[in-house]
């Protein structure tokens, strides 16, 4: 999701996370170092550094040649010519390949402490241990190779447990998972049953495993968490996505607008940005992407999280969609120095299951696979919502549902409102009990939404 995300306007240093024999030493200690030291004396491993490197000739500075490949993620990073690595994605400085290699994890699981860079960071291909090792065979040939390998065997066999696979992964999740805005359409799929499937009983990633199977929520309790942040939703996001998504017989897809309070640890979703474009269109969708950045920015809101619909399946997340928001959640985390969730919404408006008429509306969040289990799916959990009813159906909403009316009129998946849902009531008077339920306090409401609804009529 790179809707909107800049880097930051100038490089910021990040210095969490560095181990304390893995800093950068300053310029002044590397100096007072080797004159002390000189080449027959041994280095201290703290004193083996990528400016070590850079001065030996071992490395040379460039773009993009470091990455760090973490639970299924790449992160690619330039070297700098005093040793700093700056991250491509973001533009932030770190001080060393622990600093990174910390944020970037933590960033993915949030549970991460430490991020022993040298065994994670790759330069051109070779983690940055093996130049370490090379350095020393070179100029401390008679050293202890425990200076280099201490504490860096820990996550060796994470890292390598995932090498090899990587790069299979990634090609996997590009064909299957949901794209970004400027792919991210109205999929068509088989009118048919889809039965969710338990989590647990999904294992290790299949490429041959349908990305359409449905998956289960689980709780936050249910896998020992506990919800790390709250979240309120307001009515009238609610009756715009309801809206969009009962427009037609193919997937939609929209974005959130909103806030984040990182005192409260609050998330307040406070606008939906419905898409106005077909599956695949990628002519449009870059026109469709400037405009919500610009509404956006416009109202003062950032971009918090987005919904799509299952408009005749169960209103639970897919294998595509478990990696979509997974892959969501790590950009829009990766956009700024801290944590700020990002929020999934799935909408199902005409699945026979429901309860009653409304649609049922599922806000979800994905949890990384434990680290000793890299390749396995993320773990999609259901996110608690206090939803905040609005005291009017504002201008902005009306304004937006005229125009997805307009967009959709010739369209050939545009729903028969004139059709029964059920013996006793047609498919618009589903739609009016559904919004119902999102309704503002003030009830001249439905009298506004009656314009939209001869709308609707007039479309057939």
């Not at 299924?72 to 994605?89: A, C, M, P, Q, S």
């Not at 790069?167 to 039965?195: A, C, F, W, Y």
């Not at 399946?313 to 700024?336: C, E, K, N, T």
Request: net charge negative; hydrophobic share 35%.
């Amino acid at each position: 999701m790179y809707l909107c995300s800049e880097p930051p306007s100038s490089p910021q240093v990040v210095e969490e996370g560095a181990d304390e024999e893995d800093e950068e030493l300053s310029g002044a200690e590397d100096a007072d170092l080797r004159a002390s030291s000189g080449r027959g004396s041994l280095l201290t491993r703290r004193g083996i550094t990528l400016r070590v490197l850079l001065k030996d000739g071992l490395v040379e500075p460039g773009d993009g040649i470091l990455s760090i490949h973490y639970l299924g993620k790449t992160f690619v990073g330039d070297l700098l010519n005093d040793g700093k690595i700056r991250w491509v994605e973001t533009g932030q400085i770190f001080n060393s390949p622990s600093a990174w290699a910390t944020h970037c994890k933590r960033l993915v699981n949030p549970a991460k402490k430490s991020g022993c860079g040298w065994a994670s960071v790759r330069y051109r291909g070779q983690k940055l241990v093996q130049y370490k090792t090379t350095w020393l065979h070179k100029y401390q040939p008679s050293a202890d190779m425990s200076l280099i390998s201490e504490g860096e065997d820990d996550e060796m066999g994470d890292d390598d447990e995932e090498e090899g696979k990587t790069t299979m992964l990634v090609e996997d999740k590009n064909k299957k998972s949901k794209p970004e805005l400027h792919d991210i359409g109205l999929m068509q799929r088989r009118d048919r049953e889809r039965i969710p499937v338990r989590y647990c009983t999904l294992g290790t990633r299949d490429a041959a495993r349908d990305p359409h199977t449905l998956v289960e929520l689980s709780a936050f309790s249910a896998i020992n968490r506990f919800q790390p942040f709250n979240v309120a939703v307001s009515s009238n996001v609610l009756l715009l996505m309801d809206f969009h998504c009962h427009l037609t017989t193919s997937e939609v897809v929209g974005y959130l607008g909103g806030r984040w309070d990182t005192n409260t640890q609050l998330l307040t979703v406070l606008r939906a940005f419905p898409c106005r474009t077909r599956l695949a269109d990628k002519d449009a969708a870059p026109a469709v992407e400037e405009e919500i950045c610009q509404n956006l920015f416009m109202r003062g809101l950032s971009l918090v999280g987005w919904y799509h619909s299952h408009p005749r399946g169960p209103a639970l997340p897919s294998l595509q969609d478990i990696d979509s928001q997974m892959d969501h959640q790590l950009r829009l985390q990766g956009s700024s120095n801290g944590f700020q969730p990002c929020l999934g919404i799935i909408c199902g408006p005409y699945y026979h299951g429901n309860q009653g008429v409304a649609s049922t509306i599922t806000p979800f969040w994905v949890v990384p696979p434990p680290e000793q289990r890299p390749n396995d799916y993320g773990i999609p959990v259901a996110v608690e919502v206090t939803y905040v009813q609005d005291n009017f159906l504002t201008t902005d909403v009306l304004n937006e549902m005229m125009l997805l009316v307009e967009f959709y009129r010739s369209a050939p998946d545009l729903v028969q409102f004139s059709q029964m849902w059920s013996p006793n009531t047609s498919i618009l008077d589903k739609i009016k009990a559904s919004l119902s339920g999102h309704a503002p306090k003030d009830q001249a409401y439905a009298q506004i939404l009656e314009h939209v609804y001869n709308q609707l009529r007039s479309t057939q």
